[in-house]
């Protein structure tokens, strides 16, 4: 009797041991193919990343040349590999305050092209005017509240700009048929806010009407009225809203004690900083913002899927292209490594979670919210 309770104590242990196993190596299976995320802000990214929290992110300008730098990260994949000369974040103005008030949009998006093209030109005679290159580093650091390095090498993986050209709009098609793919937002969706088609909408959504006029804008001592002005916590893509709010560098010259704004007859307040995208589109339908600078998908997703008056609005500028990047931990070399890791994003909505989304999508991986 002794013996066969041994006999079948060990059998139950062997059929207990191979279960186990098995549970095992389907896990290890389901997490081959499956990557998994967590809403987590660029700015936490680098510091979660070195505690083991998340095994990498995916984020933006100075977060992404911060952790590289940092030595607690390495980027896997720059947007631009992916998707090159892709928008990112861009200018955008609630549809009602700006046929109430065109001469002021314009005005702003005025101080937002000459910002644009001050730092165009710093970068490119950073050699023969170093003052002014040390001025622009200096900006993007007390903004960001990243060391001046970090914000030289945030300027090389991005593109300032503000044009809106064909290839903007083709991305912006293309986003918004990818957001459809994936169930993010829906062809009725495009329907209900008016829109025959998804590029109907784009040709509606993106007006680059004000840009025409602010091109022929002459600068004023007049303050023609007040923007209420949204942007993102230490985004360097937006770079152009930092340049355009400084006094200092204007210091002994004709301009002295007004910023851009000012100088084209715009007095900005801005509420603190947003944390992302989503975030800017929620301060746009509270009527908390009349502009803002945010990523072109959250503008697109929310427009459609909030579909109220506030939410009702228009890019009227570029800010930058490109400038985005997963960024991970040392134990990760291919896109293929990431199944069963969890990667930090700035959550639904942002290009960088749609970044993910495709990219899995490209390399036949799943994406799975952390904890479900």
């Known amino acids: 009797m002794d013996k066969k309770i041994a006999i079948i104590a060990v059998a139950v242990v062997a059929i207990v041991i191979i ?40 984020s933006w300008e100075p977060y992404c040349s911060d952790s ?30 700006a046929e109430d008030n065109p001469v002021l949009v314009a005005r702003t998006i005025a101080a937002h092209m000459e910002a644009t093209d001050w730092i165009l030109d710093t970068i490119e005679n950073k050699d023969t005017n170093a003052e002014n290159y040390t001025n622009l580093l200096q900006m993007g650091a007390a903004f960001s509240g ?5 914000v030289a090498a945030s300027l090389e993986h991005m593109t300032l ?64 009225g007040t923007v209420r002005l949204g942007y993102l916590n230490g985004d360097l893509h937006q770079f152009a809203r930092v340049v355009a709010t400084n006094v200092t560098m204007w210091d002994g010259t004709a301009y002295e004690g007004k910023n851009l704004f000012t100088q084209y007859g ?61 960024i991970v931990n040392a134990d990760i070399l291919t896109i293929e490594d990431l199944g069963g890791k969890t990667l930090g994003t700035p959550g639904p909505a942002s290009i960088q979670h749609l970044m993910l989304l495709a990219l899995a999508d490209e390399y036949g991986l799943k994406i799975k919210l952390s904890g479900t």
């Open 161 to 224: 700009l503000y044009e809106m050209n064909e290839q903007f709009k083709n991305y912006l098609v293309n986003f918004t048929k990818d957001f459809i793919d994936l169930n993010q937002t829906s062809n009725s969706k495009v329907t209900q806010r008016g829109y025959s088609s998804v590029e109907d909408f784009v040709d509606t959504f993106v007006n680059d009407s004000y840009m025409t006029a602010a091109a022929t804008l002459s600068k004023t001592d007049t303050i023609v």
């Open 68 to 97: 590289i730098l940092s030595g607690d990260a390495h980027a896997l994949m720059w947007s631009g590999e992916f998707w090159p000369n892709h928008p990112c974040c861009v200018v955008a103005v609630n549809a009602d305050f």
């Open 266 to 326: 715009v007095q900005i307040t801005s509420p603190s900083p947003y944390a992302n995208g989503p975030a800017v589109m929620l301060a746009f339908d509270t009527d908390a913002i009349d502009m803002g600078y945010l990523g072109s998908p959250p503008a697109i997703v929310k427009h459609l899927n909030v579909n109220t008056p506030n939410s009702d609005i228009r890019i009227v500028a570029q800010a930058n292209v490109e400038g985005s990047a997963i």
């Open 146 to 150: 990243r060391n001046t390095t970090v």
């Open 19 to 58: 279960a186990a196993f098995a549970v095992t190596m389907l896990n290890n299976d389901s997490d081959d193919d499956t990557i998994y995320w967590l809403a987590v802000p660029p700015v936490n990214q680098k510091d979660q990343i070195a505690q083991g929290l998340i095994d990498g992110g995916v």
